[in-house]
């Protein structure tokens, strides 16, 4: 059985994929994976996971609802703003 091995760091880092390994059980599995990631401390947790249990998307639907372009850093252009905001601010300095 094939089994997939996601390690964390340090504490507080996300997860990550360490590799795959095989044994026959959940008891080996999580030895082999003591051994292969976590020997030499250079692992702070390990998740282990038959291979039938991880889904995989390939097109992750986000609904309209979340698409909020006013978020990204192109959603606004500034310089017209910006601009705006000059003349005024040399227009009340005239004064």
């Known amino acids: 059985m094939i ?5 964390q760091e340090r504490e507080g880092q996300p997860f ?3 590799g795959s390994l095989e044994a026959p059980d959940v008891r080996f599995a999580e ?3 003591r051994e292969f990631y976590g020997r030499r401390g ?3 947790a390990l998740w282990v996971v038959p291979r039938e249990a991880v889904e995989e998307v390939r097109e992750p639907y986000v609904a309209e609802v979340f698409d909020r372009d006013y ?5 606004y ?14 227009k ?3 004064r």
Request: proline share 0%; net charge positive.
């Open 71 to 75: 978020r990204r850093v192109d959603g």
């Open 42 to 44: 250079e692992s702070f």
């Open 31 to 33: 030895a082999y994976a």
């Open 77 to 90: 252009s500034l310089k017209g703003k910006l601009k705006e905001a000059r003349e005024l601010a040399a």
């Open 16 to 18: 990550q994929h360490g």
């Open 3 to 7: 089994w997939e091995v996601f390690r």
């Open 92 to 94: 009340n300095a005239g």
